[in-house]
């Protein structure tokens, strides 16, 4: 059994790794700390797991309770992971940070989109980046490990067969619409029911902290191919209101009319667990994958013209934030990827 | 291994029915029929089982394939079941039916409330009425079970244990909400989604056919006192602009001052895997058992009157119909009767 | 042209009125309030106005600019009005409280259900409750209306019939629902989108504010009859995955076997300009009168039983606070009741 | 008064042209057909209608009746109105059609789109596409109007400014989400409430009808510059868990870097009395203009790059239909041009 602590465990994101931790086969759950819960029952403040898990949240003094654990995740805002992980490494607890802290490999490009400087810049080219489809190996022996962003994941898997293929010259388009649990669990009249619902918007259109992940991840991607990608990454975010889901709409400018995309995207995914392409015409709904961690994606070449459409659906907590999180764990402790994943989607 | 069959998986109810047995370990899933269906792949029509259940709808010449089964479940419309159901028995395939066919033992009733004469009456009084809490020693040798509708369950588990003990003297009111699954995957102008959101209604005021279900099960309670109920039962159901979910808000004169409710209804409910009675207070949110089979109950005495408030949820396709089911197929095999049914609910 | 100030115009109650008066052709918007927005533009915070209205909201001193009004609204919390009142009633301003400051004629209750003291308890009997249909004639001489709460506006318009003729002994149970905007636009988890969405709930069963308002509502109405109701009132409030409407269903026992319901529910409202009996049988949708100020009511017997049960919507934030709010003002200017209040449903 | 007659008054449509005409102070309803509904009062389809209107749906033989009035608006499905346009502009009718019918001036890129032939090829040169705020005084002289798709005009109005003005080179993206009720109300599977709630997906993304459109109304905007816009466009609509609205988000390669666009904008439509350019860096949300006939504009240049984003929203049922036609009407009719028009959007 992994030993497991979680710090911040009352968002969205730590319910998320809580339900799925709690039957996950292999995982005692240990820990889980909130300044604010401290005393209560996880299951006073989310009914969904009681009879599930007896645990209650203690205050967190981490470094003391967490040190027993073999695996710490951070739930927590940003700028918070990396006050603790430091000495959590160096009394060999591995950590997986659902947070942004170490994303991003430089420090002053974190500085200037988090707008606050890095406590451990050294550990930035430690910490591996926890996508498993571009990274695995690195995973498998990583510390550290830094759970992408949810737009992220579903950009980066979407693009991937194509960067790696050199197949986009010009300029990306990236409009992504996510659900309203991407904005938190924090008390905010911007996310209220009454004006969220019956409602749609972009927001930060003039530049998302995810923004320059993506770029990153797509600048280091490997290539099979000599043409590295050089142009823009354009990247809107839009507010649906539903609660969970990330639908990503790819607008890539390819000139290459030979290529089989459809036996481009199928080949490079054939053996992923959790990435599905879906049949040549579809369109997937972000239903599809509500709660599971799968990322199912369609290929499109409108009219037969020079901009392929890809259309990439995740749940954002779960491949975009926890299951991706749990997905990280099973290869860093040599389980098989799929341990605990295994939820089908409600439908309806 | 139980081989199981399914008639009629393409609505909802079939819907779930596919995604619980998909993942239940003791259950291999042989057959599954649809008229209009036939010859596609069940996850064609329910991307969300894609890599989950590789199977093809069969055409509904159900007893050829349906006689080699241990059992048949039926996701049918109102009438189908008691068609087929017979020849079955004969055959020596046990059978539950999720839709009303054997719910009522009255053959009159039924014709009443149902507008078309029973085929089969001679098989109502065998079948066994599958609510677990009142019937499991039934269930467990029955050939035929009748599974409850969605607002019966709600209605009866939170009604129980006053009942039983002879509590209520007067009219039962039951007011309740529900999703709009439970109308069904029929193509339908009423519950289009820009019919029904934004937008709350009561409807068949005048009579559900639930409540002849209801009052016969009220009807059928053990007592444990001398005093049956002989008063009215007011049933109102309305619609609420979610898929899923059940709310049941119960009012019931109770005369007696002394009894302790919380702890009545504690007591019933202790060894009760699936119903969970809520702390003293509780305000009960359809949420937090979405997806999963639980009953959720909350037991309330408004300034202390004479009036007893019982909330009740449970989410429709599970508890309300497939999940329920499988419970009832676990006790009928000898299985744990949670078996299957471990999901933990999405929150949120 | 009226002059009129608003204290208080940044929740939901202040943009319905807002919205309603910007286009009102007797009334002269002069003044609105708010401490957290002085300064800025009124369409800033509600762009839908832009264009409407030219306006910025003032620093909270009200009584400078206020006094020059001739009608004054407060939206503020409860305890917020009664600072105010008594002094620009002295100004010989005229004011309606949307807030339950003045609703309540008995002090004593208003500090045990309110937990404050009233500030100016001499003013309770004075003022006027603006229901219109039952107080019509003391409205239209009031210097100080206190508008009804949402539901109290519901439940009395639905009993109000029955009340009025004596029919009903026993207990009332008023089963409503109501969308989520009638929990105010403050920053709260309970009703951020991923909190309510999909999920229904009860709340408040063991007491909500609007109880008083209700039972002193049943009490004080006209009676034709010899015979007073003396039951007791049953309330339990629930929260709607919708952001506007109430749906208030009402149970009474009645006894009356010869009485024509709805003969009496159609003769009681024929002079209402916004009561509207639907034909028998029916069931009103909150949608039927989303941004009107109707209420819409149907009555039902159901089994031909001894339980009368009635179907009763308005719009929360028109009928049920700023609609009914500007038809007070009609009412005590003089003016057609309707007027300003003629809009059309949105449908869908 | 104009005496107006409605073909096919029983979709979203109609009822939203029944809304707006209901109240126009100078038209007068005279006849609306539904074959399916004839006899019936409009306000028992519609009951948000009742005290409003008094009219009953006739049987569909329209030139009888509609050659009475001075204008008939067809709110029928594609094809249907092209069958009696002809017979009506004979009898000196004027005909504003809400469908398809008249919008591509190429009759056999009508056949090619909408899979039939065209049985007036003749009237398209005739008649006059509905965007005033591309050919205002064309509309005000025409006998035909061809109302405008819901997201051409979304789309059209992003782009207007910066094609005339010959800025954009290269491809444009347009990533357009609606509402459910733009996919009408027959009764249909893929639209039930508990298949689009709580999801997001794209449709159509091979080619959606309203492409040949918006391409033809690029093609014909009047040019300031010398340079006409020869790039492709791309469009991928996508279906929205909400009732109304739509939200296009435009993505223009533009090489200028020294144009003011928010300058370009506001003097584009600084007259215009249904478009409004929103201050530098602003986010619409399509809530802002519920119900009413604004679409609002704003202009992002994120990261101060090469592709310039407008984010553009409407009513599609408002100014993407029914209020667009009334608009029509009143430029047709030689009103202002915001008769009828005034409603204030719904908050929340």
Redesign the interface.
């Known amino acids: 059994m992994i030993k497991v602590g979680i710090v911040g465990g009352t968002g969205?994101t730590g319910?998320?790794l809580l339900?799925l931790l709690?039957?996950h086969p292999d995982v005692e759950l240990c820990t889980i700390t909130s300044r604010s819960q401290a005393g209560y029952a996880v299951s006073d403040l989310?009914?969904?797991?009681?009879?599930?898990l007896e645990l209650c949240f203690s205050a967190s003094e981490p470094n003391r309770q967490l040190s027993f654990c073999d695996l710490v995740f951070f739930a927590t805002p940003n700028g918070v992971a990396m006050q603790s992980v430091p000495e959590l490494l160096q009394a060999n607890v591995r950590v997986i940070d659902l947070a942004a802290d170490f994303r991003l490999r430089d420090a002053n490009l974190w500085r200037q989109w988090y707008q606050q400087g890095h406590t451990c810049p050294e550990l930035l080219q430690q910490a591996v980046y926890g996508l498993p489809e571009m990274n695995r190996q690195a995973i498998a022996n990583a510390r550290l490990v830094a759970n992408p962003g949810c737009y992220p994941t579903a950009a980066q898997l979407g693009l991937l067969p194509l960067i790696r293929q050199g197949l986009v010259s010009?300029?990306i388009?990236i409009?992504a619409?996510s659900?309203?649990?991407g904005a938190g669990?924090?008390?905010?009249?911007d996310?209220?029911?009454?004006?969220?619902?019956?409602?749609?918007?972009?927001?930060s259109?003039?530049?998302h902290r995810h923004?320059p992940e993506i770029r990153q991840g797509i600048a280091r991607m490997p290539l099979s191919s000599a043409k590295p990608f050089t142009g823009?990454v354009?990247?809107?975010p839009?507010l649906?209101?539903?609660?969970?889901?990330i639908?990503a709409?790819l607008?890539c400018?390819v000139e290459d009319d030979n290529v089989d995309l459809q036996d481009l995207y199928q080949n490079t995914f054939a053996d992923e667990p959790f990435v599905?392409v879906?049949p040549a015409?579809s369109?997937?709904?972000?239903?599809?994958?509500?709660?599971?961690n799968?990322c199912?994606i369609a290929i499109?070449r409108?009219?037969d013209?020079?901009?392929v459409?890809i259309?990439c659906i995740i749940d954002n907590l779960v491949k975009g934030a926890a299951g991706q999180a749990v997905q990280n764990m099973n290869i860093m402790f040599g389980l098989d990827e799929m341990r605990g994943l295994?939820?089908?989607?409600?439908?309806?």
Chains 1, 2, 3, 4 share one sequence.
Request: glycine share 10%; with cysteine.
């Open positions: 969205y319910a998320e339900r709690s039957t989310f009914p969904s797991l009681r009879g599930k010009g300029t388009i409009d619409k659900g309203v649990s669990r924090s008390a905010c009249v996310t209220l029911f009454s004006e969220v619902s019956e409602s749609f918007k972009a927001y259109v003039n530049g923004l823009e354009v990247f809107v839009h649906t209101p539903m609660v969970r889901g639908h709409t607008y400018p599905d879906l015409g369109h997937p709904e972000t239903r599809f994958v509500r709660g599971g799968q199912r499109h409108p009219q013209g020079n901009t459409v259309l295994n939820d089908v989607t409600l439908m309806p």
